[in-house]
């Protein structure tokens, strides 16, 4: 998506470990413009799949999970980080290890709100080592329900995140791969 990577280039902001800043417009202050363009790319992605529900996680997923769901017409849910796996006693769980903050952590998300009559589209802000999308993935296996795809904002295409979930044959769309970044120069490279 070229509004999406001309973005990156303009605002993104290169840290060392890895770790690309977009938090003037993605996960901090948030561009609602720019989410209403990348809602409405997911839509034209996923259009015919019959996506009944949008499944995101806490925190920064949620607000471009929300715009693209206004586009599916759809609910979306989140999935909770968890210390404690008991929201009125009855979730699914999985287990995360976060790439940005190093740590592990339990997801959860109330069985009330996933089942095996959901058709379930999963969206994410990054898609880096694929700790937090295979969590995802797990809880709609858990549910029942089927999964349609994910729909992730950025890709860091030289972790291995989006080469093991694919292998797993879940179809994975990214608006903008990052290939290669260097911290030094601040340069990002996008795959075509
Ligand atoms: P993964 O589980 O695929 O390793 O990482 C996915 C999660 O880590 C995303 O939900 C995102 O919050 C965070 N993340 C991973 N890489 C980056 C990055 O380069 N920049 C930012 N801002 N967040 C990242």
């Known amino acids: ?36 363009e990348i809602g409405k790319e997911f839509k034209r992605l996923f259009a015919d799949c ?43 769980t999985s287990r995360v290890e976060s790439f940005t903050h190093g740590r592990v952590y339990d997801i959860i998300v109330s069985k009330k709100f996933l089942g095996p009559n959901d058709r379930v589209l999963i969206i994410d802000d990054f898609l880096a080592k694929g700790s937090a999308l295979e969590g995802l993935c797990k809880l709609v296996g858990d549910s029942g329900a089927t999964l349609i795809g994910a729909g992730i904002v950025i890709e860091k295409g030289f972790q291995e995140g989006g080469e093991r979930v694919r292998s797993h044959g879940v179809r994975v769309e990214s608006l903008a791969i990052v290939d290669s970044m260097n911290d030094q120069t601040g340069e990002v490279f996008f795959r075509d």
Not at 21 to 30: A, G, I, P, T, W
Not at 53 to 79: H, M, R, Y
Request: glycine share 8%; hydrophobic share 45%.
């Open 50 to 92: 019959d996506v009944t529900k949008i499944l995101t996680i806490e925190a920064s997923g949620i607000g471009i999970a929300c715009v693209t769901a206004q586009f599916f017409n759809v609910p979306v849910v989140f999935a909770k980080k968890s210390q404690s796996k008991n929201i009125d006693g009855e979730v699914f």
């Open 1 to 36: 998506m070229e509004l999406l990577k001309q973005r990156i280039i303009k605002d993104g902001h290169v840290k060392a470990g890895n770790v690309l800043k977009v938090d003037s417009f993605l996960n901090h202050q948030m561009d609602i413009g720019l989410f209403s």
